[in-house]
């Protein structure tokens, strides 16, 4: 007769879950190459968000320079502010419409792959739009501030 022990019990046990097919975990964006341009807008984002404490410093610097700046730099020092201020502005538009995969899985939910690619792309056109922006406002306020006598 067939006897059952304790240990055949386990082998068979743990046979019987390593064979079956346990569902795969999905990404809320559906595809590996999704997850990689994900992480990739991330990382443009990454890399630009420091400078915004460098555009607060050229912002403060210009505003000490407009109060003695003569007549003829105050339109030019004036722009450099307003360029400072748009592309922080920008910068934090930016990161309140991103939709954030741990935060907004409701919002990937109903997309399918390609609208999820097609939306990262958007995104990344964005960031990079945003990261020129804050990129060009930086040198034209140190352009500004190298010509100023200290």
């Not at 809320?28 to 992480?39: C, E, I, P, Q």
């Not at 990937?108 to 792309?121: G, H, R």
Request: neutral net charge; hydrophobic residues 40%; glycine residues 2%.
């Amino acid at each position: 007769m067939f006897k059952i022990s304790l240990y055949n019990l386990l082998i068979f046990s743990l046979l019987w879950y390593s064979c079956g097919t346990s569902p795969q975990k999905v990404s809320v964006l559906k595809s590996a190459a999704n997850d990689s341009l994900y992480t990739l807008v991330v990382a443009q984002h990454d890399s630009v968000m420091p400078k915004t404490s460098l555009m607060e410093s050229r912002q403060h610097e210009l505003q000490k320079l407009l109060s003695t700046a003569p007549a003829t730099q105050k339109d030019s020092i004036l722009s450099a502010l307003s360029a400072l201020k748009k592309g922080q502005d920008e910068m934090m538009r930016w990161m309140n419409e991103f939709k954030n995969t741990e935060i907004d899985q409701e919002h990937f939910a109903p997309l399918n792959e390609a609208q999820i690619k097609t939306y990262l792309l958007a995104e990344q056109t964005k960031i990079l739009n945003v990261a020129d922006l804050m990129l060009s406002s930086i040198a034209q306020a140190e352009n500004i501030l190298k010509q100023t006598p200290k």
